[in-house]
């Protein structure tokens, strides 16, 4: 990296680029036009809250057809263990490729293997937060709001404000919270389809198959999600059962909380890596109470995001222009935190302004990019030349070693994809079979992405600006990345993070920051 920026100035680069002077070819496209990076910096296009070449757009990058999207099963996920262990055998089966992830943690530890020390693993479990919490009841009005007064217990109007302002408001108050950044849309027809018909993974041991199945299983476990002709949230404990009000508007607010790049460096068989990854997660915890909360006290209703992957996170980020979606079907890509980033969202009666998609070029450049399938272990990621984008969804290279899941729609929509996208299609069977034997799995494809580079160095920004524009030096910036040292980290390399000094959470929330004098270190 050093030698990188040592040796090659910005304006040298960019003139290796031919992006000085009136320019030519690729180099033309690039808008506005600067001398430099720091003519670049002081312009005025450089002030906005999100830089200039983040561009708004009708539609996200990849192409959606709405006719073939329909309300999905939830729990039709490789992270579901039903299905799991349908291709691995059975329960017994899938739990021995679970055991084998434990066994290497505890390896790990006994060996003082580099990324799963005793500290490394410390760090991993507690990560989370020990009081974290996921319960399924008092998704509108969880008991810790019990203190948080209405409009109406303070004998006044509720809020009133202009969807615009409303969502300057949300923004303001959620970032404070805890979020980096927030997207809205209306609960439309079409985004109502993502909305899946049950909430809840499936564990193992509910079993379709053998001598005594517990099949199907109850609703409190699938955790169905209804629409109903009603003014109110609300969630039945008995049942399991979410109604949606469908006599109202609702609006839906995605959000994002970064993660640390520098920790997922670390994967895969990394307990660093696994407390980056897992950490959103307590930080969400804080940051959606307290909206919640907030929404109270404004006079309005918000239930966040359960029933788990009831409502989809990265589907959502992308509509409202918080990500791209990537090359690997389950990555949202960031323009400003690249894929190290928690996506969630949460559903409101309060009036929201829509935020558009985005257009970062960071689709194209995933298209001819391809360094996420060249490093996959399993080979479950589409690779660059090997196929196109398409509608039709990709099945397993793992043959199921039992028939298909009887009922609950496993006999009308695939095991999991939600068809209704034009992209890549991963092999999730693969992905997941191979990353539960591994101790704190894998996700090694988010850790070798080129965007997750720092954006410290000008340079990077530079990088990022040409993509957004051009894809004709996308082939020489996805090779760039590994040959200047930003891949994974191996070996004794994976212990550096202790000694790094970085920001707090591992990451710089300085990337909207435009008040207070506070340094601004996010791509201009």
């Not at 999905?72 to 799991?84: A, D």
């Not at 060249?374 to 990621?381: D, F, Q, R, T, Y």
């Not at 196929?387 to 695939?414: A, M, N, Y």
């Amino acid at each position: 990296m050093s030698i990188f920026h040592s040796t090659m100035s910005r304006r040298e680069y960019m003139k290796s680029l031919g992006l000085l002077g009136a320019g030519i070819g690729g180099a033309s496209l690039v808008a506005p036009v600067f001398h430099d990076l720091d003519e670049l910096m002081a312009s005025e296009s450089a002030q906005i809250k999100r830089a200039w070449w983040i561009r708004n757009t009708e539609h996200p990058t990849v192409d959606i057809d709405w006719n073939l999207m329909k309300r999905h099963h939830g729990f039709h996920s490789t992270q579901s263990g039903v299905i799991l262990a349908r291709y691995a055998g059975g329960p017994a089966e899938y739990q021995a490729i679970l055991a084998a992830g434990d066994k290497g943690v505890t390896d790990g530890i006994k060996n003082n293997t580099p990324g799963l020390t005793l500290r490394d693993n410390a760090l991993g479990t507690v990560a989370r937060g020990l009081g974290f919490t996921a319960a399924r009841t008092d998704k509108f009005a969880d008991t810790r709001l019990v203190g948080v007064k209405t409009p109406e217990q303070f004998g006044v109007p509720k809020w009133q404000g202009t969807p615009e302002e409303n969502f300057r408001m949300m923004r303001a108050a959620m970032v404070f919270f805890g979020a980096s950044h927030i997207g809205a849309s209306e609960l439309d027809a079409d985004h109502k389809k993502l909305v899946g018909l049950y909430g809840d993974n499936i564990a193992e041991s509910y079993w379709p198959f053998g001598s005594a199945p517990k099949w199907p299983p109850p609703t409190t476990v699938t955790q169905p999600i209804e629409f109903a002709n009603q003014s109110t949230f609300s969630f039945d404990n008995a049942t399991g059962l979410t109604k949606i009000p469908s006599n109202i508007p609702i609006f839906s607010i995605s959000y994002t909380i970064p993660q640390s790049h520098e920790m997922f460096r670390t994967t895969p068989s990394s307990a660093l890596f696994a407390a980056a990854n897992i950490t959103r997660y307590r930080l969400r915890e804080n940051m959606r109470i307290s909206t919640q909360g907030f929404v109270r006290m404004l006079g309005y209703q918000m239930m966040y995001d359960e029933p788990y992957r009831g409502i989809p996170s990265i589907a959502g980020a992308a509509l409202t222009g918080l990500v791209e979606n990537s090359r690997h079907t389950i990555m949202g890509i960031s323009p400003e935190h690249g894929n190290t980033v928690g996506l969630y969202e949460v559903l409101t009666d309060l009036p929201i302004a829509h935020s558009p998609a985005i257009d970062a070029g960071i689709w194209r450049f995933c298209q001819s990019c391809g360094i996420c399938a060249k490093h996959c272990p399993p080979e479950a990621i589409e690779k660059k030349g090997e196929s196109e984008p398409s509608w039709e969804t990709r099945p397993s290279s793992v043959t199921p070693k039992f028939g298909q899941i009887p009922g609950l729609g496993f006999d009308t929509e695939p095991e999991f994809f939600k068809a209704g996208r034009k992209t890549y299609w991963t092999d999730m069977i693969s992905c997941q079979l191979f990353a539960r034997g591994l101790p704190n799995r894998c996700q090694l494809c988010f850790g070798v992405c080129v965007f997750n580079n720092q954006y410290g160095a000008m340079i990077h920004d530079l990088v990022r600006q040409t993509v957004s524009v051009t894809p004709l030096f996308n082939g020489v910036f996805a090779t760039a990345g590994e040959t200047f040292g930003y891949g994974l980290k191996e070996g004794e390399k994976k212990e550096e993070w202790w000694d790094m000094e970085l920001p707090a959470y591992g990451y710089s929330t300085g990337f909207y920051s435009k008040h207070g004098g506070y340094s601004r270190e996010r791509p201009s």
